[in-house]
């Protein structure tokens, strides 16, 4: 495709598209395509590379991509598939790439796996989604062979048997499964072998098979067993896989296989594990297990990929070493090792097995050749990694530059080869080339700028670095004349750096934009002298934007330019014009052209153009102007698409996901060509750059793994035309790249230091190394924006520190008067004391900061509250299920004085639900019970106590006897009845526990009361003992739980303002309360004349005193005067008396506090009987309930076997319909076969006729030809060409170990592979003597004829065995699916027969009475009242009678079984006897009936042993004479006789001629009456009544043997039950008191 470009001078040219080269390396689907060539796909190319002479060829798909490929190196034939719906599959030869075939399949979306066989033109493909088909076509006649849906899955490999074309290997990530090919004349069937693989740990599986499993007729405790099919409920086709998936273990992972000479597989596991598969018959040998410690430990790295070489297997594991083993049996022995640079997944061999080719994911292709090297040497490296920048060079046309993933920058020459690789050990985000100097900048994702020198390819360098972000750096572009370089972020700031080497790259500023931009590009403005730059910057959605922003620079360097760059870096308005525009739709990318911007609209999938109007700055406002494009066309069907401007400004080249390359002109957009240079990726960022000369152009997509170059093919003019600025810029380039050249490696410590001491003058030197270290990482670690504003902040500090230290003192003054105000306002009186906001020098900020705190407290509190609210919610929900929910609420009631503890039962109402089911159930029992008369009932019924509940009282009247339950319905029945009893049992308790507890709670009443009581006594003695105070626990009283008490609070309660104005309320009113009592008289004179009260009571005795006289504290006794004695000793007996009033009270209060507290005890003592009777009441109920639900659990449990052994029968069922469809299908298809055979071989029977009639004719056709050269064209005409085995001959020579009977023994020798031997045997040279030309021709053309009959013969012969293998392979199927029908039949059978047998035996509980057994004395008092007294001697003497006389049964039972024994030993002795004498009277007889002739008479008698042997030689000296003579008489006889014969022969040859032109007719007539007479033979009828009536006969005779032998077997039974009776008694026999 062309397109016509017309120039601004309105010339027009001509440009065309054209791949020029691909690279790249997936690691996908490398095959060779002959003997030394190897291919791959490669984006949307083959990629094609001679070993030999390395060169490269590309091979173009027609789609958008290639999806799938595969190659065979022996026919030269290479297939794929493209992308895209309804793919097909094309095949094309090697080397001419011609299509020879285009397969059209069924599948919809994409095929993932493809495969060549080497026996011929057949392929074999795998379908993706939804059905996953794999087809075998016969690829020359584009027609499937055969097909199977859903034969592979999404992880499917499928590997030919280069043997044997009719097998096929797939593997997938967890299965093995070889398919066959079965031919019945032009019909192909595909049948599945799955191979059962060993567990990961070597035990060897079996797959689980639906009939496989059957039913033991013998019932088990438990029930019959069944499978885990008929347990889960599993019904349908994928059982068995769900049952296999679910129950047994995880199987090895297959990872690689091979072929071997015997058409067997090498099975290499990613486990580690090699097995060996024969596809006969389907077994598994491990020939390399890794969990083996004797094994090999260098094979224990795992098997990635493996290939067959003679008798030697090539092993590639996880590790970088292929290993070539030698496998004899199961032994394993290395006999050689390469090792490589990095690890290998796929190995392969040339077609001539000679290289052997080693690829690597990493993007590395090896080839070992040992008739050349014995080394593996590497013939490509490409690397892998998604490709993420690329560009040419604009200074080196020679060179173009990529970077991949994880951080390596890879040089390329522009022919395609790669000439250097440098890893950052980092990752790049994005890549620009320096037009003015040998340089290539990089933006790596830590926000460095790395400038790296590529002045030699083969050798870059990095010679400078800087950091301008915390995060990734996205864009890098120079504009073309190299004036600046732009860098922006993710965070909206834009940097402008110096290019020249000359000023070490310098940063000259940054701008601001509105938002991060998504693409980034610059133009240099002749006419103007500005450098633009164009911004697309980014709305809320990431993806696109309707905004963009213009920036206008000057071209010449601006720093000149004063007040050009602020302080901090940024730049001013003075150099920097800003122009902010608006479009109608969101745009993907943009590029910038002369006063034009062309851009990608991915919503309207459009390219469009739109012009810049002059004078549009719009730096001084925040309006945006509306632009609209002047030009619109279609453009991707798959977007967004990327754009890039040729240098010249006069192309625009875009590339979207679906992988299209379109260039335009950039005058006219209407009109442009386009190239599928990658495949369709839904996702990935598409790459595309121009050459400086535009002559070519480079792409990428960063998940395609390809690298196009695309030539830009153009007309003398446009050549002509494409002139640049290299002539301008030459003294630049020379310049700065001597500068260049000039600059150091980059050193991170050592540009470190120099920043360092650039800035602090060299104070690093007195820092020790540590601290040097941190200050190295603080510096690598700050932006230069950072760097920058630290040293403004450096100098402002050097320049203001006076100043600052002024203001810092004058703030500290002011700080200090504020203080002494505020604590001088403290003490001021109310009416002229100020509030603390008044002393607030700065309010605005105190709001702000308050603001601040009001809304973290609000975050808090929200927080708080959600999270209390959650839990609330938890609370509730718990509280409904678990308290509120439940009619009786759990609790215990526990002993005062004892562990005894006794829980209720907790109860839930029973829903309505229930009770109706309850009703439902009783009445349907009492109906029941009214159909039976009450004597059959009693006759029936036998009374078996199952549970203790028959002793409470509790057993329900509708229980069904235990003999009874039988239905399910009367097993649900019976089972919601036990629940009944159950829940009587329990509510019976609870009314038991409830009294116990009411009891306690009535007991801790009285408790505290005398408790109280005791205390006032306590107090009234002055004593402080503990008193004994019990309660209710949590257990008792579960509502305490529900109850939060403040003493359990341990945080501050949190007030709200309006609480707190409540309780300060409250407070004044308490306040104003106690206020007004302090003035009461009354109570004051109250207090101070009796203490407070009226009446003196009895307990106050005790705190009353008599208070001395005054004189005795005043004055001594000696002064004391009468009357002050007097008093005195009325003093000493009031005194005296009042004491004995004190002691005696205080030994009444004493007692009664004694009383209480024994009351107390007595009370605890006694209270403590009862749950000691109620513990014991709850563990007869605990046996009662668990009884009834054992009962409830063997009824249950009846009912799963029941519903198992149902499933078990509906998947029989289903299983023999699915068999007997099958069946049907079979036999249907065995008749049909069976005819197509019949007719075949009458075909058959024709061509050989015919091949025999030429043999005959032959001597007729030459008739005319003399007698002597007849019979030598005949010698001629049965000779055949040997050619054949000539080529088997080189073959073996060429390739050992190739068996070329395994490769042909499926596809016979071609016929032009024979009549091209044939045409050496017809030329002239061969021809006899004397043989005129035009005999020789009809010789050589009759000839010709018959051999060709002859392959037609062999074909049909080759034919007619595939179609009679192919019906006896149907007849096997038939067979056994009879067989599978018949099992099946029998497990249903024996599965009914066990199902009504677990049905009658039911299951009955019943309680043991307890015998005599002793009483255990564990107990501190034990109960004798169920007892008996008696002597131990009775007990001993009792347990040594049991004991001797079950060692006498046990010593009789033995003697028995000896005694048995030894009668078999005598009866076989007998038997050995009788057939001994039997042998012993049969050679007896054979010595009496042996014949003895007369010379072994005369032997035997005589003993002169000398004359009897003188005699005997001269007896035949005399017969040797006579011989001698009768030989000679013979001999003339026969001379006469020999000569009579050949007159004869003379005459029967000429007979013969005459018969043998009548012996054809008469073979013809012959075969017609022989068929003649086989079918009236076959079709007489009497014949067939007398056969029906022979088997009648038959019949009837073995019915009558058959009944005799069956009576004659039961008798013999019944004898031996007798016998075995009789010596083996019974132990229930043996009776004892």
């Known amino acids: 495709m062309f397109l016509l470009v017309q120039t601004s001078e309105s010339s027009h040219f001509y440009i065309c598209l054209a791949c020029r080269w691909i690279q790249g390396f997936t690691n996908k689907d490398v095959y060779f395509v002959d003997k030394s060539t190897v291919a791959y796909p490669c984006g949307n190319y083959i990629y094609f590379l001679d070993l030999t002479t390395k060169k490269q060829s590309i091979f173009q798909g027609p789609g958008s991509g290639v999806s799938v490929f595969t190659a065979n190196g022996n026919n030269g034939v290479f297939a794929f598939t493209p992308r ?220 990635q990929a493996l290939a067959l070489h003679k008798d030697h297997l090539i092993a590639v594991g996880k590790n970088n070493v292929v290993h070539d083993l030698q496998i004899k049996g199961t032994q394993i022995k290395i006999t050689e090792t390469w090792e490589l640079a990095c690890p290998v997944t796929t190995i392969l061999y040339s077609p001539n097995y000679e290289t052997l080719l080693c690829t690597s994911d990493q993007g590395q292709i090896f080839a070992l050749n040992k008739n050349l090297s014995e080394n593996i040497t590497k013939i490509l490296d490409v690397s892998r990694g998604d490709f993420v920048a690329l560009s040419f060079s604009p200074t080196d046309n020679n060179i173009c530059l990529t970077v991949r993933d994880p951080g390596q920058l890879q040089v390329w020459s522009t022919d395609g080869t790669i000439l250097s690789s440098l890893s950052l050990q980092t990752k790049i985000t ?256 598409q790459l595309v750059a121009f050459s400086a000369d535009s002559q070519n152009i480079l792409t990428a997509n960063t998940k395609d793994g390809s690298l196009v170059c695309t030539d830009l093919r153009m007309s003398d003019i446009a050549i002509h035309q494409d002139s640049d600025y290299e002539d301008h810029l030459k003294s630049q380039i020379q310049s700065e790249n001597s500068t260049l050249s000039d600059m150091k490696e980059w050193n991170e410590q050592i540009s470190l230091r120099k920043a360092e001491e650039s800035q602090g003058g060299g104070s690093l030197l007195s820092i020790d190394v540590t601290e040097q270290d941190e200050k190295y990482k603080s510096l690598s670690h700050k932006t230069w924006l950072e760097s920058r504003g630290e040293a403004i902040v450096k100098e402002d500090n050097e320049k203001y520190s006076e100043t600052k230290k002024n203001l810092r003192k004058g703030l500290k003054e002011l700080h200090d008067a504020i203080q002494d105000m505020m604590r001088e306002n403290e003490n001021v009186p109310e009416m002229k004391h100020l509030e603390q906001k008044e002393f607030n020098l700065d309010v605005d900020e105190q709001k702000v900061l308050e603001a601040i705190m009001e809304e973290e407290v609000l975050k808090v509190r929200t927080e708080t509250e959600w999270d209390i609210l959650a839990k609330c919610y938890d609370r509730d929900n718990l509280k409904r299920e678990c308290w509120d929910a439940m009619k009786v609420k759990g609790r215990s009631v526990k002993a005062f004085h004892s562990d005894y503890e006794v829980k209720n039962y907790p109860l839930k109402e029973r829903s309505k639900q229930a009770l109706e089911e309850l009703r439902r159930v009783k009445q349907m029992r009492e109906i029941e019970k009214a159909q039976c008369t009450m004597q059959e009932e009693e006759g029936q019924r036998v009374d078996i106590k199952s549970s203790f509940s028959f002793e409470f009282g509790f057993s329900s009247p509708y229980i069904y006897d235990q003999f009874e339950v039988r239905s399910r319905e009367q097993i649900v029945n019976q089972i919601i009845l036990l629940q009944d009893v159950i829940y009587q049992v329990k509510t019976a308790f609870n009314k038991e526990f409830d009294a116990a507890h009411k009891q306690k709670v009535n007991e801790l009443n009285n408790i505290q009361h005398r408790n109280s009581r005791i205390k006032e006594l306590m107090t009234d003695l002055d004593l402080h003992d503990k008193i004994w105070e019990p309660s209710l626990t949590v257990a008792e009283c579960p509502e305490k739980l529900l109850t939060v008490q403040d003493s359990e609070i341990t945080a501050e309660k949190y007030l709200t303002p309006e609480q707190k104005e409540e309780q300060e309320k409250k407070e004044l009113e308490e306040k104003r309360r106690l206020a007004s009592k302090n003035d009461n008289t009354r109570e004051r004179a109250l207090d101070d004349m009796m203490d407070g009260v009226l009446e003196v009571k009895k307990e106050d005795i005790l705190k009353l005193e008599i208070p001395p006289p005054e004189f005795v504290l005043t004055k001594p006794e000696s002064q004391w005067n009468e009357e002050e004695k007097r008093i005195h000793k009325e003093y000493e007996k009031k005194s005296k008396k009042l004491s004995e009033e004190k002691e005696k009270y205080r030994k009444i209060m004493e007692s009664e506090m004694k009383k209480l507290q024994t009351a107390t005890k007595e009370a605890t003592e006694k209270f403590d009987e009862t749950p000691a009777k109620l513990f014991e009441r709850k563990i007869k109920c605990e046996m009662a309930i668990y009884q009834e639900q054992l009962k409830m659990t063997y009824l249950l449990y009846s009912l799963l076997i029941e519903e198992e052994m149902g499933n078990r029968e509906v998947e029989l069922k289903l299983k023999l319909e699915q068999v007997l469809t099958y069946k049907d299908d079979i036999a249907v298809e065995v008749v049909k076969c069976e005819d197509e055979v019949e007719q075949f071989r009458m075909i058959y029977d024709t061509k050989v006729a015919e091949d025999k009639d030429l043999d005959k004719e032959f001597r007729k056709e030459f008739s005319d030809v003399p007698s002597h050269f007849v019979d030598e064209l005949y010698k001629l005409f049965k000779r055949r060409p040997r050619g054949q085995k000539m080529r088997a001959q080189i073959t073996k020579t060429l390739i050992p170990f190739k068996d070329p009977t395994l490769c042909g023994s499926m596809a016979p020798e071609s016929l032009g592979n024979l ?319």
């Not at 895209?84 to 094309?92: A, K, T």
């Not at 011929?120 to 996953?132: H, M, T």
């Not at 993806?543 to 360097?557: F, G």
Request: charge should be neutral; hydrophobic fraction near 35%.
């Open 84 to 303: 895209g719906l309804n793919p097909s599959i094309f095949v094309h030869s090697h080397p001419t790439l011609g299509l020879n075939n285009e397969l059209t399949g069924s599948s919809k979306l994409d095929y993932i796996s493809l495969a060549l066989s080497d026996g011929g033109p057949y392929l074999v493909s795998c379908s993706s989604l939804p059905d996953f088909t794999i087809t075998v076509w016969n690829w020359e006649n584009a027609t499937p062979l055969c097909q199977q849906e859903r034969g592979g899955n999404d992880a499917c490999f499928l590997v030919f048997n280069p043997w044997n074309w009719l097998q096929i290997c797939a593997i997938d990530k967890s299965s093995l499964t070889v398919w066959n090919i079965e031919r019945n004349g032009s019909l192909h069937v595909l049948k599945p072998c799955p191979v059962e693989l060993p567990d990961v740990d070597g035990a060897n599986a079996k797959r689980f098979v639906l009939s496989s499993h059957s039913v033991s007729e013998e019932l088990c405790y438990f029930g019959p067993e069944m499978p885990p099919s008929a347990i889960a409920g599993l019904k349908g086709d994928k059982t068995e896989d769900l049952v296999n998936k679910l129950f047994q273990k995880a199987r090895v992972t297959p990872a690689a296989i091979c072929w071997t000479t015997t058409s067997q597989l090498y099975v290499g596991c990613r486990e580690g594990f090699l097995l060996l598969v024969d596809p006969e018959n389907l077994s598994v040998s491990t020939l390399f297990n890794p969990k083996t410690p004797n094994e090999v430990p260098e094979l224990k790295h795992g098997f």
């Open 430 to 685: 994005c890549l620009a080339c320096c037009p003015i100097a040998n340089y290539v900048v990089l933006g790596t994702a830590c926000g460095k700028v790395v400038f790296i020198e590529v002045r030699d390819p083969q050798q870059p360098r990095v010679v400078h670095q800087t950091r301008l972000y915390h995060t990734s750096v996205e864009h890098l572009v120079f504009n073309q004349h190299g004036h600046y370089l732009f860098a922006s972020g993710p965070d909206s700031y834009l940097y402008v750096l110096d290019p020249k080497p000359s000023s070490m790259f310098a940063v000259l500023g940054y701008t601001v934009l509105p938002s991060p931009s998504l693409t980034l590009s610059a133009q240099y403005v002749k006419g103007s002298e500005q450098v633009k730059v164009l911004a697309l910057c980014v709305d809320s959605d990431k993806n696109h934007s309707r905004q963009l922003t213009l920036l206008s620079l000057p071209a010449e360097n601006f720093i000149e330019i004063p007040n050009s760059v602020e302080r901090n870096g940024c730049l001013s308005n003075n150099v920097l014009n800003v122009s902010k525009y608006e479009v109608p739709y969101p745009l993907t990318s943009c590029a910038l052209g002369n006063n034009e911007i062309f851009a990608y609209c991915h919503e309207k999938r459009s390219l469009q153009c739109f012009e810049i109007p002059q004078h549009s700055d719009s730096s001084g406002s925040d309006q945006s102007i509306q632009l609209n494009p002047v030009g619109e066309v279609k453009g991707h069907a798959l977007g967004p698409a990327s754009l890039a401007l040729s240098p010249h400004r006069s192309w625009l080249a875009s590339l979207g996901r679906d992988g299209v390359l379109q260039v335009r002109g950039c005058a006219s957009m209407d009109e442009c060509i386009e190239l599928q240079c990658h495949s369709l990726c839904s996702t990935g960022v």
């Open 1315 to 1633: 009549l091209k031997a044939v045409d050496e045997m017809d030329s002239p040279q061969n021809m006899p003597e004397g043989l005129s030309s035009f005999i020789w021709d009809r010789f050589c053309t009759f000839r010709r004829t018959k051999i060709e009959r002859e392959h037609k013969v062999k074909m049909n012969a080759l034919t007619l065995a595939e179609m009679q293998a192919f019906l006896q392979k149907r007849r096997e199927e038939e067979r056994a699916a009879t067989e599978e029908i018949q099992t099946m039949s029998e497990e249903l059978e024996r599965l009914h027969k066990v199902k009504s047998r677990f049905m009658a035996d039911i299951k009955v509980q019943f309680l043991l009475k307890w015998g005599q057994v002793e009483e255990s004395n564990t107990e501190l008092t034990v109960n004798y009242s169920n007892s008996l007294l008696l002597h131990r001697r009775v007990v001993e003497d009792l347990n040594k009678s049991v004991r001797i006389l079950g060692e006498q049964k046990i010593s009789t039972m033995v003697a028995c079984k000896d005694f048995r024994k030894g009668f078999i030993q005598q009866e076989w002795e007998h038997k050995k006897k009788t057939i001994q004498i039997e042998d012993r009277e049969n050679k007896a007889r054979d010595i009496q009936m042996l014949k003895i002739s007369e010379e072994q008479q005369e032997f035997l008698q005589k003993t002169d042993r000398d004359s009897r042997m003188s005699q005997k030689v001269h007896i035949l000296e005399k017969t040797i004479a006579f011989q001698e003579k009768s030989h000679l008489k013979n001999v003339a006889h026969r001379k006469k006789k020999i000569e009579q014969l050949k007159r004869q022969a003379t005459l029967k040859c000429d007979k013969t001629s005459v018969f043998d032109f009548q012996l054809s007719d008469m073979e013809v007539a012959v075969a017609e009456r022989k068929e003649i007479h086989h079918r009236i033979a076959t079709d007489e009828p009497s014949l067939k009544t007398e056969e029906r009536y022979q088997e009648i006969v038959q019949r009837g005779k073995l019915k009558d043997l058959a009944q005799a032998q069956a009576e004659e077997l039961s008798l013999l039974w019944a004898e031996v039950e007798r016998l075995r009776t009789r010596n083996f008694p019974s132990l229930n026999r043996l009776k004892h008191h």
